[in-house]
């Protein structure tokens, strides 16, 4: 639990003083902050009827980096790789101890807990678009509304405990670890750090994601005419020929 999940002799290592190694990839930094922007835009335009075509353009749009960050969870660098830190409930439970100890374990990538609290908000995520879709094309009446709002405050609370976890961790880790998902360098040996950042691949996603919301702007419906795509309508006044 002490280690850096590396060989006994990199773990060793400790990093030179002041030294920051490459531990996040660009991709899996992209990624983290525009599922943050999705969430908290989706979340803030759920009961506004005017901004509906925007909180299901962000909830589509979170669908597709879920998608994306499981695929790079098998294919993408060292410390994305779900590999790397999904663990048990033990070892979970183990950090948590020596965390409220005042003493946590070292962890070049996320740390036990950590990891299950990332599976626990992808898996959230997955529902929360699944349902707010089929809240979109209106199946089974207010069931799957229910649901949509159910997981979408499941979702808030993790997310809560979340960042007061990184909170904590950085206060005793001595090391802002929201910087460190910004920049993707950390406290960590050399040996622990990654290659290559793979702007390529961030680019690519980034625009991608602009591209979407660029065709999504472009079916705004205009006065008077409905979105039947995205399952609303914009309620308008009668036209003036219906007037006596």
């Known amino acids: 639990m002490n280690s850096l999940h590396a060989s006994p002799a990199a773990a060793s290592t400790s ?3 002041g030294r920051l190694t490459l531990v996040w990839d660009a991709p899996v930094r992209i990624f983290h902050w525009l ?3 999705c969430f ?3 979340y803030l335009t759920a009961e506004a009827e005017r901004w509906r075509l925007v909180h299901v353009t962000l909830g589509y749009t979170l669908a597709g980096l879920v998608a994306f960050r499981l695929v790079w969870g098998f294919i993408g660098t060292r410390h994305a790789r779900f590999s790397d830190f999904v663990r048990g409930p033990k070892e979970a439970l183990a950090h948590l101890r ?4 005042g003493k946590p374990d070292a962890h070049a990538g996320h740390n036990p807990a950590g990891g299950l609290a990332i599976l626990a908000l992808l898996g959230l995520a997955i529902g929360v678009t699944a349902t707010g879709w089929m809240t979109q094309a209106e199946w089974s009446g207010e069931r799957f509304e229910e649901a949509h709002e159910l997981v979408a405050n499941l979702m808030l609370a993790l997310v809560g405990v979340h960042v007061a976890a990184v909170l904590l961790g ?3 880790q001595g090391e802002n670890l929201v910087k460190a998902m910004i920049t993707g360098r950390k ?3 050399p040996a622990q750090g990654i290659r290559r950042a793979w702007y390529s691949v961030a680019a690519l996603m980034l625009a991608a994601v602009l591209a979407f919301w660029w065709l999504q702007s472009r079916e705004v ?3 008077g005419a409905s979105s039947p795509a995205h399952g609303f309508v914009v309620q308008h006044d009668e036209d003036d020929d219906d007037d006596d």
């Open 40 to 42: 908290a835009g989706a």
């Open 15 to 17: 990093p030179p003083p």
């Open 170 to 172: 950085s206060r005793l």
């Open 187 to 189: 406290k960590a040996p």
């Open 35 to 37: 599922a943050v922007l």
């Open 98 to 101: 020596s965390l409220l100890a």
């Open 221 to 223: 419906p205009a006065v």
